[in-house]
Protein backbone atom coordinates (compact mmCIF):
# COMPACT_ATOMS: atom_id res chain seq x y z
CA UNK A 1 0.00 0.00 0.00
CA UNK A 2 1.17 3.38 -0.83
CA UNK A 3 1.17 5.49 2.09
CA UNK A 4 1.24 9.12 0.09
CA UNK A 5 -2.00 8.10 -1.48
CA UNK A 6 -3.45 6.84 1.92
CA UNK A 7 -2.30 10.42 3.61
CA UNK A 8 -3.94 12.36 0.21
CA UNK A 9 -6.95 10.15 0.71
CA UNK A 10 -7.19 11.26 4.36
CA UNK A 11 -6.14 14.88 3.72
CA UNK A 12 -8.95 15.36 1.41
CA UNK A 13 -12.01 13.71 3.78
CA UNK A 14 -10.49 16.34 6.21
CA UNK A 15 -10.63 19.48 3.68
CA UNK A 16 -13.86 17.88 2.60
CA UNK A 17 -15.78 17.60 6.02
CA UNK A 18 -13.97 21.07 7.32
CA UNK A 19 -15.31 23.26 4.15
CA UNK A 20 -18.30 21.47 4.43
CA UNK A 21 -18.43 22.74 8.09
CA UNK A 22 -17.70 26.02 7.81
CA UNK A 23 -20.06 26.18 5.10
CA UNK A 24 -22.95 24.93 7.40
CA UNK A 25 -21.54 27.61 10.11
CA UNK A 26 -21.96 30.22 7.63
CA UNK A 27 -25.42 29.26 7.02
CA UNK A 28 -26.42 28.51 10.40
CA UNK A 29 -25.23 32.30 11.49
CA UNK A 30 -27.33 33.58 8.28
CA UNK A 31 -30.77 32.03 9.27
CA UNK A 32 -30.17 32.91 12.93
CA UNK A 33 -29.52 36.27 12.34
CA UNK A 34 -32.55 36.65 10.21
CA UNK A 35 -34.59 35.02 12.61
CA UNK A 36 -33.45 37.38 15.00
CA UNK A 37 -34.39 40.39 12.72
CA UNK A 38 -38.14 39.19 12.47
CA UNK A 39 -38.18 38.88 16.31
CA UNK A 40 -37.11 42.44 16.47
CA UNK A 41 -38.88 43.94 13.72
CA UNK A 42 -42.13 42.22 15.36
CA UNK A 43 -41.57 43.42 18.95
CA UNK A 44 -40.48 46.68 17.59
CA UNK A 45 -43.91 47.10 15.71
CA UNK A 46 -46.06 45.62 18.38
CA UNK A 47 -43.72 48.32 20.93
CA UNK A 48 -44.55 51.24 18.83
CA UNK A 49 -48.18 50.08 17.79
CA UNK A 50 -49.03 50.27 21.62
CA UNK A 51 -47.68 53.06 22.76
CA UNK A 52 -49.64 54.80 19.69
CA UNK A 53 -52.43 53.17 20.83
CA UNK A 54 -52.43 54.43 24.27
CA UNK A 55 -51.38 57.56 23.44
CA UNK A 56 -54.54 58.19 20.83
CA UNK A 57 -56.44 55.98 23.30
CA UNK A 58 -55.45 59.19 26.00
CA UNK A 59 -56.08 61.87 23.82
CA UNK A 60 -59.79 60.51 23.19
CA UNK A 61 -60.35 60.28 26.94
CA UNK A 62 -59.08 63.42 27.54
CA UNK A 63 -62.47 64.80 25.52
CA UNK A 64 -64.86 62.85 26.18
CA UNK A 65 -66.62 65.77 28.46
CA UNK A 66 -68.86 63.44 29.73
CA UNK A 67 -67.08 61.84 31.92
CA UNK A 68 -66.58 62.68 36.45
CA UNK A 69 -62.84 63.24 37.38
CA UNK A 70 -62.79 59.53 39.18
CA UNK A 71 -63.99 57.79 35.49
CA UNK A 72 -61.20 59.40 33.75
CA UNK A 73 -58.89 58.58 36.48
CA UNK A 74 -59.64 55.06 36.42
CA UNK A 75 -59.83 54.65 32.06
CA UNK A 76 -56.75 56.20 32.18
CA UNK A 77 -55.23 53.56 34.51
CA UNK A 78 -56.69 50.80 31.82
CA UNK A 79 -55.76 51.84 29.28
CA UNK A 80 -52.12 51.77 29.61
CA UNK A 81 -52.62 48.47 30.77
CA UNK A 82 -54.87 47.39 27.93
CA UNK A 83 -52.74 47.90 25.17
CA UNK A 84 -49.75 45.54 26.47
CA UNK A 85 -46.84 48.56 26.79
CA UNK A 86 -46.05 47.25 30.06
CA UNK A 87 -44.99 43.53 29.23
CA UNK A 88 -43.75 44.72 25.64
CA UNK A 89 -41.66 47.32 27.51
CA UNK A 90 -40.09 44.35 29.24
CA UNK A 91 -39.67 42.56 26.68
CA UNK A 92 -37.68 45.35 24.94
CA UNK A 93 -35.28 46.04 27.99
CA UNK A 94 -34.82 42.47 27.38
CA UNK A 95 -33.81 42.18 23.30
CA UNK A 96 -33.12 45.70 22.47
CA UNK A 97 -29.35 47.00 22.70
CA UNK A 98 -28.96 48.84 25.70
CA UNK A 99 -29.37 51.74 24.12
CA UNK A 100 -32.50 51.07 22.06
CA UNK A 101 -33.51 50.00 25.53
CA UNK A 102 -32.96 52.57 27.46
CA UNK A 103 -34.63 54.93 24.90
CA UNK A 104 -37.66 52.50 24.57
CA UNK A 105 -38.07 53.13 28.25
CA UNK A 106 -38.20 57.04 27.81
CA UNK A 107 -40.83 56.96 25.80
CA UNK A 108 -42.64 54.64 27.62
CA UNK A 109 -42.15 56.72 30.50
CA UNK A 110 -43.67 59.83 28.22
CA UNK A 111 -46.83 57.90 27.93
CA UNK A 112 -47.16 57.30 31.54
CA UNK A 113 -46.40 60.87 32.18
CA UNK A 114 -49.40 61.48 29.73
CA UNK A 115 -51.45 58.87 31.58
CA UNK A 116 -50.49 60.75 35.25
CA UNK A 117 -52.00 64.44 33.65
CA UNK A 118 -55.12 62.64 34.63
CA UNK A 119 -54.71 62.57 38.25
CA UNK A 120 -54.71 66.47 38.10
CA UNK A 121 -57.89 68.34 38.78
CA UNK A 122 -59.01 69.13 35.13
CA UNK A 123 -57.38 67.26 32.50
CA UNK A 124 -59.64 69.19 30.39
CA UNK A 125 -57.76 72.71 31.50
CA UNK A 126 -54.55 70.85 32.27
CA UNK A 127 -51.77 73.36 30.91
CA UNK A 128 -48.84 70.58 31.53
CA UNK A 129 -50.95 68.82 28.72
CA UNK A 130 -49.45 70.50 25.61
CA UNK A 131 -45.75 69.91 26.55
CA UNK A 132 -46.74 66.27 27.76
CA UNK A 133 -47.86 65.65 24.27
CA UNK A 134 -45.03 67.23 22.88
CA UNK A 135 -42.03 65.24 24.58
CA UNK A 136 -44.31 61.88 23.83
CA UNK A 137 -44.61 62.50 20.13
CA UNK A 138 -40.50 63.65 20.31
CA UNK A 139 -39.53 60.59 22.80
CA UNK A 140 -41.99 58.46 19.58
CA UNK A 141 -39.75 59.64 17.26
CA UNK A 142 -36.08 59.30 18.65
CA UNK A 143 -37.57 55.37 19.34
CA UNK A 144 -38.12 55.01 15.69
CA UNK A 145 -35.12 56.24 14.66
CA UNK A 146 -33.60 54.17 17.25
CA UNK A 147 -35.34 50.67 16.23
CA UNK A 148 -34.22 51.43 12.13
CA UNK A 149 -31.12 52.33 13.12
CA UNK A 150 -30.85 48.82 15.22
CA UNK A 151 -32.60 46.74 11.92
CA UNK A 152 -30.33 48.01 9.01
CA UNK A 153 -27.03 47.87 11.05
CA UNK A 154 -27.45 44.10 11.27
Known amino acids: MDWGTLAGTA ?15 AR ?3 EHTARERAVKQQLYAEYLGALSLTTHQLRDLKRDAGLSREERI ?9 TAAYNLRYQML ?7 GTTADQ ?5 RDLRDRFD ?8 EWSPTMSAVSESLKSLRAAMRSDLTSD
Open 107 to 111: AFRCV
Open 120 to 127: GPDVGTDP
Open 94 to 100: IIAPEPL
Open 28 to 30: WRR
Open 74 to 82: RRAGEVLGS
Open 11 to 25: LGAVLGVGTTLVAER
